[in-house]
Nanobody, 123 residues
Framework: VQLQASGGGLVQAGGSLKLSCVTA????????VAWFRQGAGKEREFVAG??????LYADSVRGRFAISRDDAKRTVSLQMNSLKAEDTGVYYC???????????????????WGQGTLVTVSS
């Protein structure tokens, strides 16, 4: 499954960005999808994920970020509001058909990854 992430950029603290993850995979609706991020010198970390009707967020973004999916457009979006400097990093979308809720936060649970899009939040 090929995933194409976009929407990153430079924004001031307190601003907003919307990331998109698009695929041509016709069975995309059966996949769990998540956003991860990786800051400089840091490990890749879970940000938000959606599988069927279940949505999970990292504690650090809950209340500020919102993940949504449009299966007709084969797109998963991440609306990021009230951005902070610590949100800076490369954001990756990931997808897998065999996710269960308990594994959605695990980077190793995903076989398919997009190329990443850079988000820079200036303080």
């Amino acid at each position: 499954v090929q995933l194409q992430a976009s929407g990153g950029g430079l924004v001031q603290a307190g601003g907003s960005l919307k990331l998109s993850c698009v695929t041509a995979e016709p069975t995309f609706s059966t996949y769990g999808v998540a956003w991860f991020r990786q800051g400089a010198g840091k490990e890749r970390e879970f940000v938000a994920g959606v599988r069927r009707s279940s949505i999970l967020y990292a504690d650090s973004v809950r209340g500020r970020f919102a993940i949504s999916r449009d299966d007709a457009k084969r797109t998963v979006s991440l609306q990021m509001n009230s951005l902070k400097a610590e949100d800076t990093g490369v954001y990756y979308c990931a997808a897998d058909r065999n996710l269960i809720l308990s594994t959605m936060r695990n980077v190793n649970a995903y076989k398919n990854w997009g190329q990443g899009t850079l988000v820079t939040v200036s303080s």
